[in-house]
């Protein structure tokens, strides 16, 4: 009898939001570590059991956006699309709900299945962050769970949550709309996409991509369909003609701020409890009179 492939858990989220230690927590020592192909970027993989099921976990790079900038965030962006995972957990910083959003609006959006992983909720809490679970997921129409991984909190909870969604029945509810220059364009694009052009991943999703010109996607459908890569390389440049001063990504990400600021004014409402001590330090460093003291006593 044929032993059965383990199922693919990928773990996704900004740099510095605890990633690392849930993939140790999951994995214990069994992990390895390889370069993606092509890339001098280290991809860290190990196996856990979760009830039933044997799941290999895979430790992403850092990334921000799945319109990618870096080769972290491109290695990241590849590995979600194209290992179809059976769940991706979004870590974030509870601390910083707000620009933790964008990202999983992404993820959201793209039609994999999210659980998102509200991590360093001990802290948060000290700082006076309030979130509220149940209509957080609500809005996001996803699994959140709340955690403090280093201190070995939420795990349990984030294995149940895990063991216990499907990822054909999670009901999102986030639709995000782009400027209509970019939903044209992601019209005209999406008929063009063969059957088969990452699948597990929402056509729309694909066709954004490509209107921002992403290399990589470009590069694919003209090996996949080169007539089809052509045309959506011409509607993709039209497009970029348009309006070069802002570019298709920035206007998406533009969009994913400014639904993620609503998301999270709704969701994260601001708590009697006084700010901590680090807290308060970064309101006065980043407070634009701190900044240009700051500037004039390092200029003397």
Avoid at 90 to 101: I, K, P, Q, S, Y
Avoid at 121 to 138: F, H, N, R
Avoid at 276 to 284: A, H, M, V
Wanted: hydrophobic content about 45%; proline content about 7%.
């Amino acid at each position: 009898m044929t032993a059965q492939k383990p199922k693919k858990l990928i773990i996704a989220g900004n740099p510095n939001v605890g990633k690392s230690v849930l993939f140790g927590a999951l994995t214990g020592k069994y992990a390895t570590v390889s370069n993606y192909p092509g890339t001098t970027v280290e991809v860290l993989r190990g196996p856990v059991r979760i009830g039933s099921d044997e799941y290999e976990v895979v430790d992403t790079p850092g990334m921000y956006s799945i319109l990618p900038v870096t080769e972290e965030e491109r290695v990241a962006r590849d590995i979600l699309f194209s290992e179809r995972p059976e769940v991706v957990v979004h870590v974030a910083d509870a601390r910083n709900v707000e620009r933790m959003l964008p990202l999983t609006l992404q993820l959201v959006e793209a039609g994999l299945p999210v659980i998102l992983a509200l991590n360093i909720m001990d802290e948060a809490e000290t700082e006076g962050v309030s979130i509220d679970i149940p209509t957080l997921e609500k809005e996001l129409g996803i699994p959140v769970v709340r955690a403090a991984f280093a201190k070995g909190r939420g795990l349990d909870e984030l294995k149940a949550r895990i063991e216990s969604t499907k990822s054909d029945a999670v009901s999102r509810a986030v639709t995000v709309d782009y400027p209509e220059p970019v939903e044209r364009a992601m019209k005209e694009i999406t008929p063009l996409l063969p059957v088969d052009f990452f699948p597990g991943v929402s056509r729309r999703t694909v066709a954004l991509l490509l209107a921002a010109m992403d290399e990589n996607m470009l590069a694919d459908i003209e090996r996949t369909e080169a007539a089809a890569g052509g045309e959506v390389r011409r509607i993709a440049g039209r497009l970029a003609d348009s309006n070069p001063a802002e570019p298709v990504g920035y206007r998406a990400v533009v969009r994913h701020r400014e639904i993620s600021r609503r998301i999270a004014t709704v969701v994260v409402p601001t708590s009697d409890v006084p700010p901590g001590f680090r807290e308060k330090l970064s309101r006065i460093m980043m407070n634009p009179i701190t900044i240009c003291l700051i500037w004039s006593v390092t200029s003397i």
